[in-house]
């Protein structure tokens, strides 16, 4: 961390930290000599994700300076509109900038001296390289020797959401439908109670689809059959044979203080 320009006292602090501490493990029952560990921070340890911020935080200053010294351009959304150099979320991080061979490798000069000052290491095998249309091939390929990623035509998903939607919104919202049925066939409803089953669709089923609710209408087709999944594995339905709705859905839906379940009625906003 001194690399990265902290003071030494802090530096100094989070060292303590880090390697004072000792540990000790059952052999067969009983204690073995304590042992400092080598290998950096703990998993689960609360000091981590503070180091993380502040790791992160160097690296989109890095990047901030390039910009500011012209080295990267980023992109603007609008005429007039600020640059956006990089965009940064927890492990998904997204870097802007023109392709040609002065900016790729401010890039990789960049990702270097964090690698090598922080200790963390980027995946190349899961990073993506891609480009704006009509990009020449040669070019390319040349800009893909400086920042050796796999090169794709399009980001299919960032933070768990779309970043491309086409005619078909059906198409593009299908994942969610399949997450929901993959959690739902795990269990096997004749296993499960009444109270199990309502505490799986309420704590799985419908809130698998509110965090893309939150940017997102989805078609009312799927919105449909996703409610059409839940209500048969309320009651219990399975391929060969399908069992007695003795109670409307809707009915089910109603809070409890009306004679409901408290289920959503319309788990997703429709079009």
């Not at 198409?171 to 109670?193: A, M, N, P, T, Y």
């Not at 007695?244 to 289920?263: A, E, M, N, S, Y």
Request: hydrophobic share 40%; charged share 20%.
């Amino acid at each position: 961390m001194e690399a990265m320009g902290f003071p030494h006292h802090l530096t100094d602090a989070i060292m303590d930290c880090v390697s004072n501490v000792s540990f000790s493990i059952l052999i067969n029952g009983k204690p073995s000599q304590p042992f400092t560990p080598q290998r950096g921070l703990r998993q689960g340890d609360h000091l981590s994700p503070y180091l993380f911020i502040l790791c992160a935080n160097v690296l989109s200053g890095l990047i901030s300076k390039a910009q500011y010294q012209k080295k990267l351009h980023g992109i603007k959304i609008a005429h007039g509109a600020p640059e956006v150099s990089h965009l940064l979320f927890a492990d998904d991080s997204l870097f802007f900038c023109r392709a040609n061979k002065k900016e790729a490798q401010t890039i990789k000069d960049i990702i270097s001296d964090y690698q090598e000052a922080s200790g963390q290491l980027v995946n190349m095998d899961k990073s993506d390289l891609m480009f704006s249309k009509h990009k020449p091939q040669p070019m390319k390929a040349m800009l893909h020797t400086i920042l050796p990623m796999k090169m794709v035509s399009h980001f299919s998903k960032y933070l768990g959401m779309p970043t491309q939607m086409g005619r078909s919104k059906r198409q593009v919202f299908d994942f969610i439908q399949d997450r929901i049925w993959k959690k739902l066939k795990g269990w096997k409803e004749k296993h499960l109670s009444f109270a199990g089953r309502s505490t799986l669709i309420q704590v799985v089923a419908q809130a698998i689809p509110t965090y893309i609710m939150s940017c997102f209408l989805l078609p009312k087709n799927l919105c449909q059959h996703i409610e059409s999944l839940t209500c048969k594995f309320w009651w219990g339905n399975s391929t060969d044979k399908r069992k007695i709705h003795w109670v409307k859905w809707d009915q089910i839906c109603k809070p409890k203080r009306t004679g409901g379940l408290g289920f959503r009625g319309k788990i997703l906003p429709k079009l």
